[in-house]
């Protein structure tokens, strides 16, 4: 069956912190997988997209990477921002294009 | 500039009483997407469609239709609402099906069924 999982459901740091959201798949055939950021009340903003040759992927203070072989990717947040205090997205895309959207992370930044 | 938009963003209807969600884009992007998305859980992919070809998701109820009069613009009706429709709508749309390409999300309607 088609999967995607992430971990922690939620997650609580201090600003500035950083921190590592983690994503595992069953999808298969794999095509790309990606992170989506979404406010609350607001719909997924892409933050990066890979395919499976793809190691990293970098946006800004973003960094996402993909293990193809093990079926794990990671979002890793630096130095976090009280405007990154939102739900992120692990959606991972097949080759018919159809998308498997994972639960989400929520993430909140406190001062 | 937004690229995707969605109006209303808030909508309230009574039980049973039709309603339809706007979406356009600004993207001229072939395939737009609906998604319901229930609070904290991941969006529910409902229909697209790839230029004028309408793609029913197989669970999708027959309560929920959708239209596409030009490349522009989609429509989601909802015939009867159920206070189980109440959800957050997604519009989304993406250059092509599959591949690399990113799908852009409206910043969604918020239906309440009174």
């Known amino acids: 069956k088609n999967q995607v999982e992430q971990s922690p459901q939620s997650l609580i740091i201090l600003e500035g912190k950083n921190c590592t959201l983690q994503c595992n798949y069953t999808v298969s055939p794999f095509s790309n997988l990606r992170w989506y950021k979404q406010d609350t009340g607001r719909g997924p903003v892409s933050l990066t997209i890979m395919t499976f040759s793809e190691n990293t992927k970098s946006n800004g203070r973003y960094t996402a990477t993909l293990d193809a072989d093990t079926k794990q990717s990671s979002l890793h947040i630096t130095a976090s921002q009280l405007s990154d205090s939102a739900s992120y997205i692990c959606?991972?895309?097949?080759?018919?294009?159809?998308?498997?959207f994972g639960q989400g992370t929520t993430l909140q930044v406190k001062p | 500039d937004a690229m995707v938009i969605q109006n209303p963003r808030y909508q309230v209807t009574q039980f049973g009483k039709p309603v339809t969600l706007s979406c356009s884009q600004t993207l001229n992007h072939n395939v737009m997407y609906w998604y319901q998305q229930k609070s904290s859980q991941a969006p529910k992919l409902l229909f697209h469609?790839?230029?004028?070809?309408?793609?029913n998701e197989a669970d999708t109820p027959d309560n929920f239709q959708s239209r596409r009069p030009n490349t522009s613009f989609c429509f989601l009706d909802i015939r009867s609402p159920g206070l189980g429709d109440a959800a957050m709508y997604l519009c989304?749309?993406?250059?092509?099906?599959?591949?690399?390409?990113?799908?852009?999300f409206g910043p969604g309607t918020r239906l309440t069924v009174l």
């Open positions: 989304a749309t993406s250059r092509v099906r599959g591949g690399r390409d990113t799908q852009y």
């Open positions: 469609y790839y230029d004028k070809d309408f793609n």
């Open positions: 959606v991972v895309g097949g080759n018919t294009g159809k998308l498997i």
